[in-house]
């Protein structure tokens, strides 16, 4: 297989990711040649978008035109659709989760093809923002041959991003940290907005007041990074306000878990930042780990 731009890539499954990707490679000047979904008015409807591909019924058709057969549809099937393919031995079929390895593509090397995946570390809500957001974006790769990690990586670097190579055993931590930043961050703001209620405001008011909080929030941890971009009560060594949250908090028991758990880490990051003693880090740990607000174990 060629390692570069001539390699004529197909698409499985024209969802989101399906959608970004061939979109964002087609304007990276790869060729992509074929698009098949389990719809084909999802196939259609990408194919259109993407100049010099058109749709296809099977996803056999893709691969029977593709050296590099992309499988974005969902996880729980990935190993269905490259177990319904016939793979040749010059191609290469890839998946796109961040969860799952190289055994969900067994039947493709077991038909002599090269394996890989290739997971745009990244959130895909809707196409055209996807798009945009996808530039700067690491793309965790795995793969079964030499060559094949070679195309993955360029195919990086050519959309903007950042390669990252992985071993096999480590996409689930991985992929465990990339769900905590993108979903639990959402959460977070379901969470922290919906405290608005207990006084008397709704999640249309609270959502637009916290988020440009939470984009000054992310600035920092991009311009000083950790532990500097920590502030607040714990970085301060407040722990009268700590414990008055704690005790406020009571009104709603789920929240006031996720503080404690989050204040425990958020503890260990002011005490790296030195901006708290040890004497005071023990103080804020026996408050958060205490029953009540009131910093006493029960
Ligand atoms: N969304 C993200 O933020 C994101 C980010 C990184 C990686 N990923 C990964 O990308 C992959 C796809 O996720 P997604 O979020 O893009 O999913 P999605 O938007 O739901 O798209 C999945 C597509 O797969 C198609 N499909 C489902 N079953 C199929 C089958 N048996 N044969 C052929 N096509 C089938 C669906 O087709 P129809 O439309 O025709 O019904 C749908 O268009 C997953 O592995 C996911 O982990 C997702």
Redesign the pocket.
């Known amino acids: 297989m060629s390692t570069h731009k001539s390699v004529r890539i197909g698409i499985?499954?024209?969802?989101?990711?399906?959608s970004v990707l061939g979109r964002s490679l087609h304007g990276a000047e790869y060729p992509v040649i074929a698009v098949?979904?389990?719809?084909h008015a999802?196939a259609n409807r990408l194919a259109r978008a993407i100049p010099g591909a058109h749709a296809e019924d099977h996803?056999q058709a893709v691969a029977d035109q593709a050296d590099l057969v992309l499988l974005?549809?969902?996880?729980d099937?990935?190993a269905?659709?490259c177990t319904s393919i016939g793979w040749r031995s010059d191609q290469a079929a890839i998946?796109?989760?961040?969860a799952g390895s190289l055994d969900l593509l067994s039947h493709a090397t077991e038909d002599g093809a090269a394996a890989g995946t290739f997971?745009?570390l990244?959130?895909?809500a809707e196409i055209q923002q996807g798009i945009a957001n996808l530039p700067g974006s690491t793309f965790a790769i795995e793969a079964s041959s030499d060559v094949l990690k070679a195309t993955l990586k360029a195919m990086a670097h050519d959309l903007g991003g950042h390669p990252l190579v992985l071993s096999p055993g480590d996409k689930i931590l991985y992929h465990a940290s990339a769900v905590m930043i993108a979903n639990y961050f959402v959460a977070l703001a379901d969470a922290a907005s919906s405290l608005w209620s207990e006084f008397g405001s709704d999640q249309a008011q609270s959502l637009p007041a916290l988020l440009p909080l939470a984009r000054g929030t992310l600035a920092n941890l991009e311009a000083v990074g950790l532990p500097a971009a920590l502030t607040g009560p714990i970085a301060r060594g407040d722990v009268g306000t700590v414990q008055d949250h704690l005790a406020a908090l009571e009104v709603a028991p789920e929240i006031l878990a996720l503080y404690r758990a989050l204040g425990l880490r958020t503890v260990s990051i002011a005490l790296a930042q030195q901006g708290i003693d040890p004497a005071t880090a023990n103080r804020l740990t026996k408050a958060l780990r205490a029953k009540t607000g009131s910093g006493e174990p029960s």
Do not use: E
Not at 12 to 18: I, K, L
Not at 95 to 98: A, D, I, L, N, Q
């Open positions: 499985v499954g024209a969802g989101r990711t399906g098949a979904s389990r719809s999802s996803p974005s549809v969902p996880d099937v990935i269905d659709v998946h796109c989760s961040g997971h745009p990244q959130t895909f």
